[in-house]
């Protein structure tokens, strides 16, 4: 299995601080983002201290990584050009940049259709796609699976299937399956995933399944709400979420950590949780006084 963390990417380091992060962790794999997720301000290529970080991850056999688009890119945006615009230029640069990461897969929110209903956001999601998207293109953009908050497009696989028909070079598509937006979904991550693969399968082949976020939730299956909890703590718990690691397909599938920092041993500030989960996850036991 391939597990581990989103991680932080700032500062002189760049990143060769996130495989530093990351190892720190014991993860064998991470996620980061080119810059705040919140903003699009991002740095030059040649400024992200690429072949450091690929040394250090030679050095210690970590082979593949995925990247995050930001939250604010919105191709579903129907209501606003400039948001979608925005989202359509941006996108093209985060290709650009994860390429030149040397990853292979950059994570994507489809969108939100504020309030324009689902049919015109799918259509704008298909042709901002389209807009990006070419034959050479090395990298493949992995849908992200969502909890349906608001107006969120992806909260069922049959709406990422519509996108995938649209698009006209889908095979540069994938998705990224996160267990808390799942769960608040509707999904029965907790009792039955295997029933929620057979499900997936009914659109796609598991092997579109190019990411996995693996995060506990805060709330109850079906809130449609998106609250990321730690392994074990939330309404989905520790052995759902394990037997997602020990999925035989996903032996080589970036199994990524999204949960929130806490206090851990009495701290006085919140850390972050990874070293200890992934611990756990690799040892296949919940042991929540290791936060005590
Ligand atoms: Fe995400
Ligand atoms: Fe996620
Ligand atoms: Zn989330």
């Known amino acids: 299995m391939l ?3 989103h991680v932080g990417m700032s500062g002189k380091e760049m990143m060769l601080g996130s495989v530093k992060e990351a190892l720190s962790y014991g993860a064998d794999t991470f996620m980061l983002y080119t810059g ?7 740095k030059e290529i040649s400024e992200l201290n690429i072949p450091a970080a690929h040394e250090l991850m030679k050095a210690n056999a970590i ?3 995925v990247v995050h688009a930001p939250y604010i890119i919105n191709l579903a945006n129907t209501v606003s050009p ?3 615009e925005l989202a359509v230029t941006f996108l093209r640069k985060e290709i650009e940049r994860t390429e030149a990461m040397g990853s292979d897969t950059l994570v994507l929110h489809p969108g939100s259709h504020v309030g324009e209903g689902e049919d015109a956001g799918i259509a704008s999601i298909v042709k901002g796609l389209n807009e990006v998207l070419t034959p ?3 990298v493949h953009i992995a849908l992200e699976t969502m909890a349906g908050k608001g107006s969120e497009i992806g909260c069922r696989f049959e709406q990422l299937a519509r ?3 649209g698009v006209k070079w889908n095979s540069k598509l994938r998705i990224c399956m996160d267990t808390c937006h799942l769960n608040d979904a509707g999904f029965d991550v907790k009792n039955d995933f295997e029933g929620v693969l057979r499900q997936f399968e009914k659109y796609f082949p598991l092997n579109q399944i190019a990411c996995i976020h693996l995060n506990d939730s805060k709330n109850d299956q079906g809130a449609a709400k998106d609250r990321h909890e730690n392994i074990g703590f939330g309404t989905i718990g520790y052995d759902a979420l394990y037997g997602v690691t020990q999925i035989s397909e996903f032996a080589d599938t970036p199994i990524i950590l999204e949960t929130p920092y806490r206090e851990i041993g009495g701290s006085a500030d919140k850390l972050a949780p990874y070293k200890l989960e992934i611990a756990m996850l690799r040892n296949g036991t919940f042991n929540p006084k290791l936060f005590d």
Not at 36 to 42: G, H, I, K, L
């Open 3 to 5: 597990l581990g963390s």
């Open 36 to 42: 705040a997720p919140q903003n699009t301000r991002r």
């Open 63 to 65: 082979t593949k990584f």
């Open 82 to 84: 400039e948001t979608y």
């Open 136 to 138: 050479e293109c090395k």
């Open 163 to 165: 996108i995938y028909d």
